[in-house]
């Protein structure tokens, strides 16, 4: 079983103010150096491209039009491209003019880092309508979907040769939902890693947000990706995972 390294881009810088109002989730050192402007707690993208290479590892990075400015980040998005990492489009999802919206934001990735290939929509929206929209604009790949709600840890085409990648597991539902400590949430996953395993998947989803990545419980994915990398996983992208079922 190969694992598939995700991480969703909602935030790439917030205000000391912010920070200060959460400062339970942060150690003492990062929010000194917040507060004196030498490190931003939010962006952490090429501290886990570091992390990732030093294993081996390479990812899928997805990155929104709509939810902050791109520009800022842009350089180092299309950088770790050419050095092996990928970048898709975070679907921000909207209830009318939805076709419209979501070709605003497919030229608007294009025009900035090339052919777009895969989506995962923002919040997990995903609609029988939405999957087909995808469809007819020629994308190969969608990773909306938890494994929970479609009963399977395995990639599967749904409408004609759209792939759909399930979620094996997500930082915002082991932290956000279920409440969990680190310690908890680490035997959580292994859990379901043990459970994907039994069942013969031959592909495990992990979704952890970029921005969560020095936060408590976010912080986990260093250990997680250490973990993986002693017991001789292979990581795989969601492009290269896709483009094996095909």
Not at 17 to 26: L, V, Y
Request: glycine residues 6%; proline residues 1%.
């Amino acid at each position: 079983m190969k694992i598939v390294l995700t991480h969703d881009a909602d935030s790439i810088r917030k205000s000391f103010k912010h920070i200060w109002q959460r400062r339970d989730r942060f150690s003492g050192g990062d929010i000194l150096l917040s507060a004196l402007r030498a490190r931003n707690l939010y962006n952490n993208i090429e501290d886990i491209v570091a992390l990732e290479d030093s294993h081996g590892f390479h990812s899928t990075f997805f990155i929104p039009a709509f939810l902050f400015d791109v520009d800022e980040i842009v350089d180092t998005l299309k950088s770790i491209k050419k050095s092996g990492w990928e970048v898709q489009l975070h679907y921000v999802h909207a209830p009318t003019q939805a076709y419209g919206l979501f070709q605003i934001q497919k030229e608007y990735f294009e025009h900035r880092f090339g052919s777009l290939e895969g989506v995962r929509s923002h919040n997990l929206v995903a609609k029988e309508q939405t999957l087909q929209m995808f469809r007819k604009k020629g994308i190969i790949y969608d990773s909306s979907y938890r494994r929970e709600t479609v009963s399977t840890f395995d990639l599967y085409k749904v409408k004609g040769e759209l792939v759909e990648i399930p979620i094996g597991a997500m930082d915002t539902d082991i932290f956000g939902r279920l409440m969990l400590n680190e310690e908890e949430a680490s035997r959580y996953i292994l859990w379901k890693i043990r459970k994907a395993k039994e069942e013969k998947a031959k592909h495990f989803v992990i979704l952890f947000h970029q921005e969560s990545y020095r936060m408590k419980g976010g912080r986990l994915y260093k250990e997680l990706v250490e973990y993986l990398a002693n017991k001789g996983y292979e990581a795989e992208r969601c492009i290269d995972a896709t483009k094996a079922l095909k």
